[in-house]
């Protein structure tokens, strides 16, 4: 499938915001593999989240479409950004349907590009809940370590959802960019 990558703009910030509830949150996020249903309700992101994350210096969220006889298809978005040094990886999100279907990892390829020729960042870091072990595994495959670091999950901020259980933490992840 022909992709094209973007950045974001503020006039994308619906579609991010209803591409990454789908993919997370909700039923409609059961019909792919990432879905965070089991351990957490509430909301995944917000307008406001995705509009700060468009407006930061070296920052940027990262878009996949495909062109269509409708225009162009959002198909899956990421954000990436200058976090101390080290680009950060985070909201990753593949329309549900489409998961496993190879996208995920080529709009991955596209952020660490991204990262390493926009930025010159020696690696990208990520924070995965510990528990998801298949998704750990996606990016072992990858070329992503588990670095052994672990922060507490942000139990009380309903910004990060409403957990279901309460043992959630997350993980560092790494990969150099070299």
């Known amino acids: 499938m022909p992709l094209e990558f973007r950045t974001a703009g503020p006039a994308d910030v619906d579609a991010v915001v209803a ?24 909301r995944r992101t917000g307008p406001d ?65 991204f990262v390493r020729e926009r930025w010159s960042l020696p690696v990208m870091r990520m924070t995965v809940i510990d528990v998801r072990d298949e998704l750990i595994a996606f990016y072992e495959r990858r070329g992503y370590r588990r670095t052994g670091i672990v922060k507490p999950f942000p139990y009380g901020d ?10 959630l933490r997350f993980e560092v992840l790494e990969k150099p960019l070299g």
């Open 49 to 113: 989240d995705v509009l700060a994350c468009i407006e930061r210096p070296r920052s940027a969220i990262l878009l996949a479409e495909r062109s269509g006889d409708d225009g162009r298809e959002l198909l899956a978005c990421a954000h990436v950004a200058d976090d101390d040094g080290a680009g950060y990886f985070g909201m990753f999100s593949v329309r549900p349907s489409l998961q496993g279907g190879g996208i995920g990892k080529r709009l991955l390829e596209h952020a660490e590009r």
């Open 19 to 42: 591409l990454v509830e789908s993919a997370y949150r909700g039923e409609a996020s059961r019909a792919g593999w990432t879905t965070e249903a089991d351990l957490l309700g509430g």
């Open 158 to 167: 309903e910004r990060f959802g409403l957990p279901l259980r309460d043992d």
